[in-house]
């Protein structure tokens, strides 16, 4: 009887722990992928929350007058895809240099990118760069301040 | 000559800690019990080496002895010489030798202490310390040594992460290192009990100060950190959930699970698998902890290298579970037959469910911080998850928790009577309910910040009831004044006074987190000199940008007039700070602190041309000073709970006598 009880109990605070796991898992759970995998996936991944990590194509960089919208290209050696983007970008990112984007891409093919959240680095990224023959700078040694919290992260990659 | 001895001090002291090892297996085996003592030896031979290799390597930072590695690595002839000391936990090597230093210290401190009691299991207890400390002697000594030298030798350091100059870096390392450490005190005693096959409650009693102490640097390493976070990165929050802090964050909560579900062993001789498998997990994080942090395997800021250090760790850190929990396993028949559960309303059971609350947290949070790695490795597609899962994943369990601060200190053992309830929670939630209609009334009209602090008071009310009840007691019995029966009933009781004033700065923690999470507003623009930002009851107004020049760096600041309701506040001047050895500048946040809110300050970018526009990033943060305050108040707590004092008591509560008896 007793052990019935616990039993009851157990599975309950169980389901209560795997449903809070799923929901915010499904929540929070950000794929990373690079251009060329969007654009090779663009129909399934519309309206999805992502992180792409490339570089911003040079002389493609924009910003308006206001210093908080930013339109540019970001590439990963193959594939070039368009990118908005609202807020206060990191220290380091800049026309050319390499930047990892979240946020989701819009039937029109533009991806809005909104605030990043602090996390795993462009670790990917590089690897797609280095296999198109372009190489991370200062030995792959990542600069990640603040900076990643608040709208672009920049790994520091450079042709 | 500075490496040498330091390198060579460290390749000594490993052989020692095998030694160490060794010895009582010897002692054992021969019946020898010279060689249990060896043991002792052993550990106070280490204590003196590696405090000698740590002095060495400290003296090459002050020194600035460009010829050792790290030293060039981690200074300037530029950095001043405190900096130079705290280059010690700059980087991973030094911050190994530093664990191992501190690891020894306790060794050292526990060897000391204890030379005249617990004759049996003390030879194991060192053998435990000495197992760890081989542990990291090795991998200091072979693979990843501070005090290798470079040739030819740099004119300059490189210096360190600028980030890491701020006087709260000094004390967050250490103090972390510090709880970790801590922790492996009650591990090796729990060890040693099930080697000497005395799994009864002596090795609680032993080490319930040690527990105390390590649990409260942890805390406290915990809360500088996300302070460092705060006030240093400059990103606006405490806590980003990054995988670090959660290696800092996951041993809290075994930790926290153990000190509480201790008494019920203590009390009711219950939980006795339970408990010996929390502390093995709780020593098993930390050092998880350090494989996640110094491995690389997951980069963060706080991620400095990629080495074999990782793969060591893991090795090590399955070799532990491995053995411990086999350990447990083989004494299982030891450990059968504890009391049940009397009933589902108890203190016991409040107690329990604090564990299963705990260690759910902790499974969450493992789970979140270890599922990139997990996912990538088996579908190849990096994922990663943020922040919000942790929250809305672990919120419900805190808060739950924090229910549970109200109920487990008051309600009875065994079988709480509805007199018992009633007497004990229905003036407090009768208060809390009243607060909570007040709140709702004028403030706060979303759900979960009105459970939230709704909780945080239920918990209040019933610690300040409790004790007012206990104090009128007094005055009654004793005729004593409010103030001298406080000190009377927390003289008589430490632990139960200490415990509750730690609830109340925990409760003090939660309602500035709830506060800060629920209502903080963000706004960002880019302002022309004399432009005005309006957030929330805030104006901010742009008065100019100034450049200047640091011995370190070269600064440039954004003064912003800020005013609130119409009554100006001052000047506040955030500043972007560029170091010569670095590619971008480090932004230097500032804010302003009040009980109610604090405003925080970004300065993100100039325009370099004509200086006159800056843009800046405003948040405006409720109740985040409570946060600092409660850390304070849990300082305090753990000082009421573990203050030596001599009383009659004592002797009750220091019994072990068991351990003692022989040899």
Known sequence: MRSRRFLIGGAIIAAALVYLIYGGMRQAMVYFVTPSELKAQESGSAGKFLRVGGMVVKGSLHRNADGLTYRFQLTDGSAVIPVYFHGVPPDLFADGKGAVVEGKIGPDGLFIASTTRRGVQPRRARQALLAQGLRPRGGGKEVVTHSTMLGVTAGGIEP | MTAAVGHAAVLVGFVLALWGIAAPLIAERTGNRIFFSAARGAILG???????????????????????????????????????????????????????????????????????????????????????????????????????????????????????????????????????????????????????????????????????????????????????????????????????????????????????????????RMLKVWNLSLIIVAFSLTIFGTFLTRSGVLSSIH?????????????????????????????????????????????????????????????????????????????????????????????????????????????????ASWDNLRRNFLWPAAASLAIALMLFIFWVRDFMPLLGFTLCAFVAASILFDTALAVRARRRIAGEGIFRALVTLARRNQRRYGGLVVHLGIVLIALGIAGSMSYSIERQATLGRGE?????????????????????????????????????????????????????????????????????????????????????????????????????????????????MKRQTAAVEEPAPELEAVG
């Not at chain 2, 790290?70 to 000391?85: H, L, Q």
């Not at chain 2, 597609?381 to 109200?406: D, E, I």
Request: hydrophobic fraction near 55%; aromatic fraction near 14%; avoid cysteine.
């Open chain 2, 532 to 644: 005005t930002l309006a957030v929330g009851n805030y104006r901010i107004r742009f008065e100019g940008l100034r450049a200047i020049e640091q011995p370190t760096h070269y600064r440039v600041e954004g003064s912003f007039e800020v005013a609130r309701g119409g009554r100006s506040l001052g000047v506040l001047s955030p500043a972007l700070k560029f170091f010569p050895n670095q590619q971008s500048p480090v932004g230097r946040a500032v804010h302003r602190s009040t009980f109610s809110e604090d405003i925080y300050l970004i300065l993100s970018g100039f325009s370099e041309l004509d200086k006159n526009r800056a843009t800046l990033k405003v948040l405006v943060r409720p109740l985040v000073v409570w946060i600092w305050l409660g850390g304070a108040v849990i300082a305090l707590g753990t000082l009421v709970a573990i203050w030596p």
């Open chain 2, 46 to 268: 280490q204590f003196v080496l590696v405090t000698v290799a740590a002095a060495a390597l400290i003296y090459g930072l002050v020194t600035t002895d460009f010829s050792i590695q790290y030293v060039a690595m981690n200074t300037t002839r530029a950095t001043p010489v405190y900096y130079r000391v705290t280059g010690l936990w700059g980087a991973l090597e030094g911050s190994l030798l530093l664990w191992e230093w501190i690891l020894i210290i306790f060794s050292g401190l526990v060897a000391y202490i204890y030379r005249d009691r617990h004759r049996e299991a003390m030879p194991w207890v060192l053998m435990i310390f000495s197992i760890v400390s081989a542990f990291f002697l090795g991998v200091i000594a072979f693979a990843s040594n501070p005090f290798a030298s470079v040739f030819p030798v740099p004119l300059d350091g490189r210096g360190l992460n600028p980030l890491l100059e701020d006087a709260n870096m000094m004390s967050h390392p250490p103090l972390l290192y510090t709880g970790f450490v801590g922790l492996t005190v009650p591990y090796a005693f729990a060890m040693a009990a099930l080697i000497v096959g005395k799994v009864d409650e002596a090795w609680i009693v032993t080490t319930r100060r040690w527990t105390i102490t390590a649990w409260f640097f942890l805390t406290m390493g915990n809360l500088v950190g996300a302070w460092w976070s705060y006030h240093v990165l400059g990103w606006g929050g405490y806590w980003a959930w990054d995988p670090v802090e959660n290696a800092a964050f996951m041993p809290w909560l075994p930790a926290t699970a153990f000190l509480h579900s201790v008494q019920v062993q203590e009390r009711r």
């Open chain 2, 303 to 415: 991620a400095f290298s990629n080495g074999p250090v990782g793969t060591i760790f893991l090795v090590f850190l399955g070799a532990i579970l491995l053995a411990s929990f086999g350990l447990l396993a083989y004494r299982a028949d030891l450990l059968k037959g504890q009391p049940e559960l009397d009933s589902m309303v108890s203190r016991e059971s409040a107690f329990m469910l604090n564990n299963v609350l705990l260690v759910s947290a902790l499974f969450t949070i493992f789970l979140g911080t270890i599922f990139p790695l997990i996912a990538e490795a088996v579908t190849g597609a990096p994922v990663s998850v943020g922040a919000p899962y942790f929250n809305s994943a672990t919120v419900p369990l805190f808060l739950a928790l924090v229910f549970l601060m109200a109920v487990g200190p008051m309600i009875a053992w065994r079988r």
